[in-house]
């Protein structure tokens, strides 16, 4: 999950207004990772990356820095229930 999240904030600072395309690409992850959010508010530490499932028992709140710096980009609180989730049972 750390190398997942490490890429797709760094697909995000690419893009410029003047092209999104590295944004948008990251974007589709994100809304998988959102749907990956866990009872306890966090993510699955290790995944299939094809799949989605799981791969440890270990867990992590490691996406919630990425949908932070979406939300800040995008102007956007898209991410605010995942974040706040998370938040909310001490795990951010």
Same mark, same amino acid.
Not at 2 to 28: G, I, K, S
Not at 53 to 60: P, Q, S
């Given at each position: 999950?750390?190398?997942? &999240?490490?890429?797709?904030?760094?697909? &995000?600072?690419?893009?410029?207004?003047?092209?999104?395309?590295?944004? $948008?690409? /990251? #974007?589709?992850? /994100?809304?998988? #990772? &959102?749907?990956?959010?866990?009872?306890?508010?966090?993510?699955?530490?290790?995944?299939?990356?094809?799949?989605?499932?799981?791969?440890? !028992?270990?867990?992590?709140?490691?996406? &919630?820095?990425?949908?932070?710096?979406? $939300?800040?980009?995008? +102007?956007?609180?898209?991410? +605010?229930? /995942?974040? !706040?989730? /998370?938040? +909310?049972?001490?795990?951010?």
């Amino acid at each position: 999950m750390n190398w997942l &999240v490490e890429h797709l904030e760094y697909m &995000v600072r690419l893009a410029t207004d003047a092209d999104y395309t590295p944004m $948008q690409r /990251a #974007l589709h992850p /994100a809304h998988i #990772l &959102v749907t990956l959010q866990g009872a306890d508010g966090s993510w699955p530490a290790r995944i299939n990356l094809m799949t989605g499932e799981a791969l440890a !028992t270990e867990r992590t709140i490691t996406p &919630v820095r990425l949908f932070r710096l979406l $939300q800040q980009r995008l +102007s956007s609180s898209e991410f +605010s229930v /995942a974040i !706040t989730h /998370a938040e +909310s049972l001490g795990k951010g």
